[in-house]
């Protein structure tokens, strides 16, 4: 909590610190796959079409309207939490917000244990990745920020994504079916011009075309590397995410390392990539903090994408 409260606003802090309102419990719900008829017409990316980039974004997956005027504690939770459908920001407590995050849990948040994981596939174009419509998570970063640490780390089995010392090593769309009900992808990561001429790929055309045409993805979860300051390229991409509507969740890794030999803790670090961050969002992403090294975040994650996926389903 302590943690945390240094990252989010001192005054959202203290008002969820002191809150008087009684405890939310999030109603279990199992998770059945099983689209609507009417599912060729939902893009699956955005349910709020009509809202503005930023808050579209930000929203990652919300269908609730707001009707009529909503308090300056309501305005103030929205601006700096993630507040899931299902969920009035007037009865936001401490106890509905996951630890190391900003991420509220709602009535949607349901079974959320990987039991099986299986590699389905490898697509060099978007139009080649499975057809059979299931939900998905991208797992996007910067090469090198431990992306396929925090796969193999997300179904506890060692190698089932591709872990090396060279950045840049995957170079497909992967898709990994999870409970033979979702997929988790994972994608190239991008800022590596190092790899060899014949391994080199257009990352802007590749990637993006996957993102602008796949109606099955939930959101993107944005790798950041915590131990570092904001870099340029992070901020670009989130932005990039942002204006496309795509929804996304950020996902600080390496936050493990409390003691640098130099620079900054990964907590400031965080809380200088979202003050750059809110500039252009008016409601925050959800973001959450991870460790593929002790674990941290792990479960936490998983519950934020149970809810995620089974709103998505709705």
């Keep these: 909590m302590l943690l945390r409260n240094r990252i989010l606003s001192p ?24 689209f609507p008829t009417h599912f060729s017409n939902w893009t699956g990316r955005n349910p709020t079409q009509n809202a503005s980039t930023s808050a579209s974004a930000s929203a990652s997956a919300s269908k609730t309207t707001q009707s009529g005027p909503i308090s300056d504690t309501a305005r103030l939770v929205r601006t700096v939490l993630f507040v899931p459908p299902g969920v009035d920001p007037e009865v936001v407590t401490e106890e509905m917000v996951l630890p190391n995050s900003n991420i509220v849990v709602g009535p949607y948040a349901g079974e959320s244990r990987i039991k099986e994981v299986v590699f389905v596939k490898s697509s060099g174009k978007a139009k080649e990745c499975p057809k059979d419509h299931r939900p998905e998570f991208a797992i996007l970063g910067r090469s090198n920020v431990g992306k396929s640490s925090l796969i193999n780390s997300l179904v506890r089995k060692k190698e089932v ?11 497909l769309i992967n898709h990994f079916l999870v409970n033979k009900s979702w997929y988790i992808v994972d994608l190239p990561g991008y800022g590596f011009a190092k790899a060899p001429d014949a391994a080199r790929m257009d990352w802007s055309s590749f990637t993006k075309g996957y993102f602008l045409n796949r109606d099955t993805l939930v959101a993107v979860l944005l790798l950041i590397d915590a131990s570092v300051p904001p870099q340029k390229i992070d901020l670009d991409c989130a932005n990039w995410l942002g204006r496309n509507n795509i929804p996304m969740t950020l996902v600080f890794t390496k936050c493990d390392k409390m003691k640098p030999s130099k620079g900054k803790r990964p907590d400031e670090n965080i809380r200088d990539f979202q003050e750059v961050i809110k500039q252009n969002y008016r409601e925050h992403p959800p973001w959450i903090m991870t460790s593929s090294v002790t674990g941290l975040g792990r479960d936490d994650l998983l519950l934020h994408m149970s809810q995620l996926r089974n709103y998505w389903d709705q």
């Design 161 to 171: 994504a591709l872990t090396s010392k060279k950045p840049g090593k995957t170079q």
């Design 11 to 34: 005054q959202l802090s203290s008002f969820l610190s002191h809150s008087s309102l009684l405890p939310f419990q999030p109603k279990p719900r199992p998770f059945t796959l099983s």
